[in-house]
T-cell receptor, first 118, second 112 residues
Framework: GAVVSQHPSRVICKSGTSVKIECRSL??????MFWYRQFPKQSLMLMAT?????????EQGVEKDKFLINHASLTLSTLTVTSAHPEDSSFYIC??????????????FGSGTQLSVL | GQQLNQSPQSMFIQEGEDVSMNCTSS?????WLWYKQDPGEGPVLLIA?????ELTSNGRLTAQFGITRKDSFLNISASIPSDVGIYFC????????????FGKGTLLTVNP
């Protein structure tokens, strides 16, 4: 089956540094990728929708200058948390939509990235 | 953002028991989805529902799309230890918009 690879799976960084998270669709092309944030024992909250070749669409309350999203190719989207602070510590998850089969059965999630900011 | 009301928040059951969880919303969704998430992993799709009133099964799982399009339930029959995890409902408005609104999740623990 289709796989979405998310890297790194876990990262610890110092406050003030920037962290980049990659989301790759391994065996399909994804024109649309989504980035979510999940706090412990909480739901997934959509942060932004990433479209290949265009600017990301951010949800209300999400700072676009804080969470930089780049979707430069049909198989890769990146989320950069700039000047990270302890409150940015969270589990970040991406999902990718198979452009060839636009159904929910072809919307796949990555395995997530646990970010801890000291 | 909007969230779905999912209940119960957690369940502790014995292996072999059936379990039911549900989601409600104040607004209409055109698609209801149920996902399972294991610790430290992303969600995996269990069942997708596309029509109001639709009842769909996937092995021991059965889910229904409410007639009002504002609710859905998921049943798991004859639970086994590997059913342990967090179950999320998700609603989708439809069309070309694949944005998902998730419930808060149900943590299921199955005692062998």
């Amino acid at each position: 089956g289709a796989v979405v690879s998310q890297h790194p799976s876990r990262v610890i960084c110092k406050s003030g540094t920037s962290v980049k998270i990659e989301c790759r669709s391994l065996d399909f092309q994804a024109t649309t990728m989504f980035w979510y944030r999940q706090f412990p024992k909480q739901s997934l909250m959509l942060m932004a929708t990433s479209n290949e070749g265009s600017k990301a669409t951010y949800e209300q309350g999400v700072e676009k200058d804080k969470f930089l999203i780049n979707h430069a190719s049909l198989t890769l989207s990146t989320l950069t948390v700039t000047s990270a602070h302890p409150e940015d510590s969270s589990f970040y998850i991406c999902s990718a939509q198979d452009r060839g089969v636009p159904t929910n059965e072809k919307l796949f999630f990555g395995s997530g990235t646990q970010l801890s900011v000291l | 953002g909007q969230q779905l009301n999912q209940s119960p928040q957690s369940m502790f059951i014995q292996e072999g028991e059936d379990v039911s969880m549900n989601c409600t919303s104040s607004s209409i969704f055109n698609t209801w989805l149920w996902y399972k998430q294991d610790p430290g992993e992303g969600p995996v799709l269990l069942i997708a529902l596309y029509k109001a009133g639709e009842l769909t099964s996937n092995g021991r799982l059965t889910a229904q799309f409410g007639i009002t399009r504002k609710d859905s339930f998921l049943n798991i029959s004859a639970s086994i230890p590997s059913d342990v995890g967090i179950y999320f409902c998700a609603g989708q408005k439809g069309g070309s918009n694949y944005k998902l609104t998730f419930g808060k999740g149900t943590l299921l623990t199955v005692n062998p």
